[in-house]
């Protein structure tokens, strides 16, 4: 569930070719695309160097089929917030505490730069999927 070399024309885009791949993955319905953009609309969900994070509000639940989490890769990035580009794009549909591994990689991801421009650049997705799917505590990456 991760696109590589993708593009998008602003962050609207991004998120929809996050949803996009959630959906086609049979974790959500199409309805669920458009509560992630209008979470964002309430909350940017920009975590910072290069990350986003968008996902539905609590009232999209009823759209989701089972937890997933999708990568877009944007090597070129998308403005998210004035002066703040974001390259890695992780759309989230959950329905219980699956994620919560992937989160706590995500947040580990936010303190190693190095790492998070090697996700940028890999033209292979199976890079992207290993780390954010590595167990806590796990060694051999940043």
Same mark, same amino acid.
């Given at each position: 569930m991760v696109l590589v070399g993708a593009r998008a024309s602003d962050k =609207?885009? =991004?998120?929809?070719q996050a949803g996009q791949v959630l959906v086609r993955a049979g974790c959500a319905a199409p309805s669920y695309i458009s509560g992630m953009l209008a979470r964002e609309r309430v909350l940017s969900t920009y975590l910072g160097h %290069?990350? =986003?994070?968008?996902?539905?509000?609590?009232?999209d639940?009823? @759209?989701?089929?089972? /937890?997933?989490? @999708?990568?877009?890769?944007l090597p070129e990035g998308v403005e998210w917030e004035p002066g703040e580009c974001a390259h890695l794009v992780i %759309? &989230?549909? @959950?329905?219980?505490?699956e994620h919560?591994?992937? &989160? /706590?990689n995500i947040v580990e991801l936010l303190q190693a730069p190095e790492t998070i421009a090697r996700l940028v650049h890999t033209t292979d997705p199976m890079v992207i999927v290993e780390r954010l799917t590595l167990k806590r505590r796990q060694t051999g990456w940043n």
């Open positions: =609207a885009d =991004a998120i929809r %290069g990350i =986003a994070m968008p996902h539905g509000e609590a009232a639940l009823r @759209s989701v089929y089972r /937890t997933g989490v @999708s990568v877009v890769q %759309g &989230l549909a @959950s329905t219980g505490r919560v591994d992937v &989160l /706590t």
